[in-house]
Nanobody, 126 residues
Framework: QVHLAESGGGLVQAGGSLSLSCAAS????????MGWFRQAPGKEREFVAA?????????EYSDSVKDRFTISRDNAKTTLFLQMNNLKPEDTAVYYC??????????????????WGQGTQVTVAS
């Protein structure tokens, strides 16, 4: 079991920044990758970013957030971060962190992730 808990969401003006954190506990050594997804009202959950958990490298980003968001983790492998800059109203969503157990490649499909946090709301005002 891997337990995930997001924090850091809130309300920000367009062009502003927010930093999300995801505390990871339990059998985190079993995770191959950790990622961030988001879901806006009436829309499907979509991939935002992911990183290879054990090595902390190979970051991947969706085209919509590339060059604005940065994913990282701490050296102790207890926390996943998402630094979000130059936020836009279309970034408004509930943000979730998730753990992928299957090793090999970092996937972007929500169904390939095994553990999820409860989500944190990010609202960007225009």
């Amino acid at each position: 079991q891997v337990h995930l808990a997001e924090s850091g969401g809130g309300l920000v003006q367009a062009g502003g920044s927010l930093s999300l954190s995801c505390a990871a506990s339990g059998q985190t050594y079993a995770a191959y990758a950790m990622g961030w997804f988001r879901q806006a009202p009436g829309k499907e959950r979509e991939f935002v970013a992911a990183i290879r958990w054990w090595t902390g490298d190979n970051p991947e980003y969706s085209d919509s957030v590339k060059d604005r968001f940065t994913i990282s983790r701490d050296n102790a492998k207890t926390t996943l971060f998402l630094q979000m800059n130059n936020l836009k109203p279309e970034d408004t969503a509930v943000y979730y962190c998730a753990a992928q157990i299957l090793a090999g490649i970092i996937t972007r499909t929500p169904e390939q992730y095994d553990y999820w946090g409860q989500g944190t709301q990010v609202t960007v005002a225009s």
